[in-house]
């Protein structure tokens, strides 16, 4: 089945030249047990049921939106224990300082009279907003929920790609992926003892209670709800998982309303008062009073409730100006600022834009390097060197000059590679990996994460808007493969 | 409970019995139409035209009507709000808008029923076998989904409200195709006026089953009055009070004052009797039933701080 399978040139997760990876051989055996007509059969019947069960997300085109199916493939990403260790004590050292940054950055900015993180990347920032200066938030927390994604080098080194620390989704796909792994491969999960993520949904709903705003009373139980932009949102699936796991309401801006600084929610028998919103929307749409005059989406006044400390929302709003592309070259930074460690994990190694001689010595590259919009998410606004035309390449230098600080520039890393099972057969794509960070009292992380594959050969693009899917991530616990 | 998700839940439970009951109506005239003389196929459409749809609506879109022009419009045309494909998107929407209160299956169930259509439309030429398998496959969709809300649902509100929408469309719908009936009593026979009200109300099996009678106050009275038939209006508006009344844990609340007043007042008229009426005295009394119960809805709406109604976009 994998003879014409090339593992040559890139980290491969589950294959050597000269075959499976230890851990990976128990799969290995198992995929060759089965036929090409039932694992198509497999695959047909787990694609349907993302459809049917309504796990779409929507695609915004020309004639509004389309639901789609992010598209599953049943090989996973496999991680032993030891190197998961690693990555889940990076992923929480990473995600503390960055919310020792958030926090420094609305109060006391020592990080700036330090001189680490220059003072214009903050007060330039259009995500760092100065109305919420000096506000104290539940716990200190910034980051309830926080989505790092990451790749493996070609050594198979982990690093950090990105931040994501405003409304990360995607971890509705964790679990339906798995469930649909387990539902239709049941026979791959064979000697295989893995970390399971039905704990964790608990502990979310626990961090998330945890956010007590400072004006409830302590005897009092915390009323939280999961607010959204609605169904035509493209993560409305991910909002109605959590709701639904988290056994918390699903509202929309018009569910709420806000007298005297505090929020109330629209029920049959009347208002009920809320305590904490989980918001899915974005801070610009939050409250039309404060932020986008026609934002059709928010709760005009919110944000007073939220200044009085009646009312918590998560993630905190500025988060925005921790996690752009320009202030992640600054994340180890802040690491070793705050925590006084050095990174666990690191970076891609990444060149601002702004200083001249960076800019020219990258000008010459573009063939070989990638370009990003430090604003833009989703893969849009991006140039990967060597695989554009010259008019493309030409087109960013363009927009390089025009707004040097728009951008930044990271060399084309040999992103690693998994096997996919795409049209009856099997071909190496490149994948990431998304991990989920949750803070509350306490930080728990999702065992394992959404592994994204870019299942179009040689596509170095994992997100779902572009042709991306998604795959389970198996995380072994400890000595237990009897491979 | 949300009153935004308490208003899908109620639309969810008016929709899903629509659009059974139109699919139901829609296949009965199928039947019919093999049968019947041409002259009254007209008038049959028409009447069902006016209980499934905007009868002026149609008649300005079309000037010489086919009967491939009124299934199309009764069936397949989005610009028709209770066309059969408009109706499943709004249930669809309804149930996706209120996701995290209903069982995964029911959602699954409608969802499926969805994607179908949208990769298989019904299209034309409407032949009689395959509209007809079409709307049975919807119909049974619609029973496995009222199967779902009662062998799953909790009994909270979103259940309760579920079914006052159901209960509430069906009352309007035996009324209102009661009333279009008796106003065809002049060009059709009086026979045929009631069979075709007991088939279209589908009421037929049970009405044979139970009496020999085919005298109209008999069936007229059978429509509103029975307390047994689940297809009567006392029967749906019974419920509904019940409902109402589980709400608000058997006490009389401000705030539903309205409501059950207009229940009670609707329950009296409704146990009036036929027989003591003239024809057009009972055409009277059906058209004032159709009318209350048509109020019910926005009182019902006030009662629940509802929004307006939910219309795909």
Redesign the interface.
Same mark, same amino acid.
């Given at each position: 089945m994998f003879h014409s399978y090339d593992a040559s040139g890139f980290y491969d997760e589950m294959l050597t030249q000269n075959g499976p990876k230890k851990h990976y051989t128990p799969f290995y055996e198992q995929i060759l047990k089965l036929t090409h007509t039932e694992l198509y059969e497999k695959h047909k019947a787990a694609q349907s049921s993302f459809l049917r069960q309504g796990i779409t997300f929507t695609v915004y085109g020309e004639e509004g939106g389309t639901e789609r199916t992010m598209p599953f493939d049943f090989i996973p990403i496999i991680i032993p224990a030891d190197t998961w260790q690693t990555v889940e004590a990076g992923m929480k050292q990473r995600v503390e300082a960055l919310n020792a940054f958030l926090h420094d950055v609305y109060h006391e900015q020592k990080i700036i009279e330090a001189g680490i993180v220059p003072r214009e990347l903050v007060e330039q920032n259009p995500y760092y907003y100065k109305q919420v200066d000096g506000v104290s938030v539940p716990l200190n927390n910034h980051i309830f929920l926080a989505g790092i994604d990451l790749i493996r080098d070609e050594e198979g080194n982990y690093c950090v790609l990105e931040d994501n620390l405003r409304n990360p989704s995607g971890m509705s796909y964790v679990y339906q992926n798995r469930f649909a792994m387990r539902k239709t491969y049941p026979e791959f999960f064979h000697n295989y003892s893995i970390e399971t993520l039905d704990k964790n949904l608990a502990k979310m709903q626990q961090a998330l209670l945890s956010h007590r705003p400072q004006q409830l009373p302590e005897q009092q139980e915390a009323f939280a709800v999961l607010l959204t932009a609605g169904v035509y949102n493209s993560a409305y699936y991910d909002h109605v998982f959590l709701a639904k796991e988290m056994n918390i309401p699903l509202v929309e801006g018009r569910d709420l309303t806000v007298i005297d600084d505090i929020v109330y929610l629209k029920t049959i028998r009347g208002l009920q008062r809320v305590d904490i919103i989980y918001r899915r929307i974005d801070d610009d749409y939050l409250d039309p009073e404060v932020f986008l005059a026609e934002s059709m989406l928010g709760v005009p006044h919110i944000m007073n409730a939220y200044k009085a400390g009646n009312v918590a929302i998560l993630n905190a709003v500025g988060n925005g100006v921790a996690d752009d592309k320009a202030m992640y070259i600054y994340v180890p930074d802040m690491i070793r600022f705050y925590l006084n460690e050095e990174p666990i994990i690191q970076n891609v190694k990444t060149y601002r834009l702004d200083d001249e001689e960076t800019r020219n010595w990258v000008l010459e590259r573009l063939d070989e390097l990638v370009i990003k919009n430090v604003g833009a998410s989703g893969g849009y606004d991006m140039l990967i060197g060597p695989h554009a035309t010259p008019a493309l390449r030409e087109k960013f230098r363009e927009k390089i000059l025009e707004a040097p600080h728009q951008y930044i520039a990271q060399p084309t890393i040999k992103l690693s590679r998994a096997p996919a099972y795409q049209d009856g057969r099997f071909y190496p794509c490149h994948i990431d990996l998304r991990v989920f960070v949750v803070r509350g009292e306490e930080t728990s992380i999702l065992p394992g994460g959404l592994s994204r594959v870019a299942l179009k050969e040689g596509s170095l693009v994992v997100n779902s808007s572009q042709g991306g899917g998604g795959k389970d991530t198996w995380i072994l616990k400890e000595a237990k493969v009897h491979a | 409970? =949300?009153?935004?998700?308490?208003d899908s839940l109620y639309w969810l439970g008016r929709y899903a019995e629509r659009v059974e009951t139109n699919a139901h109506m829609t296949t009965s005239q199928l039947e019919n139409m093999l049968e019947h003389h041409t002259p009254h196929i007209d008038t049959f459409w028409k009447t069902l035209l006016d209980i499934c749809g905007y009868q002026d609506d149609f008649h300005t879109r079309y000037e010489q009507p086919t009967t491939e022009d009124i299934l199309y419009y009764l069936v397949s045309d989005q610009q028709n709000f209770n066309s059969v494909a408009a109706l499943i998107d709004s249930i669809r929407?309804n149930a996706? +808008?209120a996701? +995290?209160c209903i069982p +995964?299956g029911l959602?699954?169930e409608w +969802? !499926?029923f969805y =994607?179908a259509m949208m990769q298989q439309p019904l299209t034309q030429p409407y032949t009689v076998l395959k509209t007809t398998e079409f709307l049975t496959q919807l119909r049974r969709t619609a029973l496995t989904a009222t199967g779902t809300i009662d062998s799953l649902m909790t009994r909270d509100?979103g259940f309760q409200f579920i079914k006052i929408g159901k209960w509430i469309e069906r009352s309007e719908k035996t009324a209102l195709i009661l009333l279009r009936m008796l106003e065809q009593q002049d060009t059709l026979t009086t026979d045929t006026t009631m069979a075709t009200t007991l088939q279209l109300t589908n009421a037929l099996e049970e009405y044979a089953r139970r009496f020999r009678s085919r005298k109209s106050e008999d069936i007229i009275q059978f429509l509103v009055s029975d307390s047994k038939c689940s297809r009567s209006v006392t029967y749906g508006i019974r419920k509904i009070k019940r409902t109402v009344l589980d709400i608000e844990q058997e006490t009389l609340q401000p705030h539903s004052e309205d409501l059950l007043f207009a229940l009670d007042e609707l329950e009296a008229l409704l146990q009036q009797n036929a027989h003591n009426m003239t024809v057009a005295e009972r055409k009277e009394w059906v058209a004032t039933i159709h009318t209350k119960c048509m109020h019910l809805g926005p009182i019902f709406s006030k009662t %629940? %701080? =509802? !929004?307006v109604p939910m219309l795909v976009e």
């Amino acid at each position: 089945m994998f003879h014409s399978y090339d593992a040559s040139g890139f980290y491969d997760e589950m294959l050597t030249q000269n075959g499976p990876k230890k851990h990976y051989t128990p799969f290995y055996e198992q995929i060759l047990k089965l036929t090409h007509t039932e694992l198509y059969e497999k695959h047909k019947a787990a694609q349907s049921s993302f459809l049917r069960q309504g796990i779409t997300f929507t695609v915004y085109g020309e004639e509004g939106g389309t639901e789609r199916t992010m598209p599953f493939d049943f090989i996973p990403i496999i991680i032993p224990a030891d190197t998961w260790q690693t990555v889940e004590a990076g992923m929480k050292q990473r995600v503390e300082a960055l919310n020792a940054f958030l926090h420094d950055v609305y109060h006391e900015q020592k990080i700036i009279e330090a001189g680490i993180v220059p003072r214009e990347l903050v007060e330039q920032n259009p995500y760092y907003y100065k109305q919420v200066d000096g506000v104290s938030v539940p716990l200190n927390n910034h980051i309830f929920l926080a989505g790092i994604d990451l790749i493996r080098d070609e050594e198979g080194n982990y690093c950090v790609l990105e931040d994501n620390l405003r409304n990360p989704s995607g971890m509705s796909y964790v679990y339906q992926n798995r469930f649909a792994m387990r539902k239709t491969y049941p026979e791959f999960f064979h000697n295989y003892s893995i970390e399971t993520l039905d704990k964790n949904l608990a502990k979310m709903q626990q961090a998330l209670l945890s956010h007590r705003p400072q004006q409830l009373p302590e005897q009092q139980e915390a009323f939280a709800v999961l607010l959204t932009a609605g169904v035509y949102n493209s993560a409305y699936y991910d909002h109605v998982f959590l709701a639904k796991e988290m056994n918390i309401p699903l509202v929309e801006g018009r569910d709420l309303t806000v007298i005297d600084d505090i929020v109330y929610l629209k029920t049959i028998r009347g208002l009920q008062r809320v305590d904490i919103i989980y918001r899915r929307i974005d801070d610009d749409y939050l409250d039309p009073e404060v932020f986008l005059a026609e934002s059709m989406l928010g709760v005009p006044h919110i944000m007073n409730a939220y200044k009085a400390g009646n009312v918590a929302i998560l993630n905190a709003v500025g988060n925005g100006v921790a996690d752009d592309k320009a202030m992640y070259i600054y994340v180890p930074d802040m690491i070793r600022f705050y925590l006084n460690e050095e990174p666990i994990i690191q970076n891609v190694k990444t060149y601002r834009l702004d200083d001249e001689e960076t800019r020219n010595w990258v000008l010459e590259r573009l063939d070989e390097l990638v370009i990003k919009n430090v604003g833009a998410s989703g893969g849009y606004d991006m140039l990967i060197g060597p695989h554009a035309t010259p008019a493309l390449r030409e087109k960013f230098r363009e927009k390089i000059l025009e707004a040097p600080h728009q951008y930044i520039a990271q060399p084309t890393i040999k992103l690693s590679r998994a096997p996919a099972y795409q049209d009856g057969r099997f071909y190496p794509c490149h994948i990431d990996l998304r991990v989920f960070v949750v803070r509350g009292e306490e930080t728990s992380i999702l065992p394992g994460g959404l592994s994204r594959v870019a299942l179009k050969e040689g596509s170095l693009v994992v997100n779902s808007s572009q042709g991306g899917g998604g795959k389970d991530t198996w995380i072994l616990k400890e000595a237990k493969v009897h491979a | 409970m =949300l009153s935004r998700v308490a208003d899908s839940l109620y639309w969810l439970g008016r929709y899903a019995e629509r659009v059974e009951t139109n699919a139901h109506m829609t296949t009965s005239q199928l039947e019919n139409m093999l049968e019947h003389h041409t002259p009254h196929i007209d008038t049959f459409w028409k009447t069902l035209l006016d209980i499934c749809g905007y009868q002026d609506d149609f008649h300005t879109r079309y000037e010489q009507p086919t009967t491939e022009d009124i299934l199309y419009y009764l069936v397949s045309d989005q610009q028709n709000f209770n066309s059969v494909a408009a109706l499943i998107d709004s249930i669809r929407f309804n149930a996706k +808008n209120a996701r +995290n209160c209903i069982p +995964n299956g029911l959602w699954e169930e409608w +969802n !499926t029923f969805y =994607l179908a259509m949208m990769q298989q439309p019904l299209t034309q030429p409407y032949t009689v076998l395959k509209t007809t398998e079409f709307l049975t496959q919807l119909r049974r969709t619609a029973l496995t989904a009222t199967g779902t809300i009662d062998s799953l649902m909790t009994r909270d509100e979103g259940f309760q409200f579920i079914k006052i929408g159901k209960w509430i469309e069906r009352s309007e719908k035996t009324a209102l195709i009661l009333l279009r009936m008796l106003e065809q009593q002049d060009t059709l026979t009086t026979d045929t006026t009631m069979a075709t009200t007991l088939q279209l109300t589908n009421a037929l099996e049970e009405y044979a089953r139970r009496f020999r009678s085919r005298k109209s106050e008999d069936i007229i009275q059978f429509l509103v009055s029975d307390s047994k038939c689940s297809r009567s209006v006392t029967y749906g508006i019974r419920k509904i009070k019940r409902t109402v009344l589980d709400i608000e844990q058997e006490t009389l609340q401000p705030h539903s004052e309205d409501l059950l007043f207009a229940l009670d007042e609707l329950e009296a008229l409704l146990q009036q009797n036929a027989h003591n009426m003239t024809v057009a005295e009972r055409k009277e009394w059906v058209a004032t039933i159709h009318t209350k119960c048509m109020h019910l809805g926005p009182i019902f709406s006030k009662t %629940y %701080y =509802l !929004t307006v109604p939910m219309l795909v976009e």
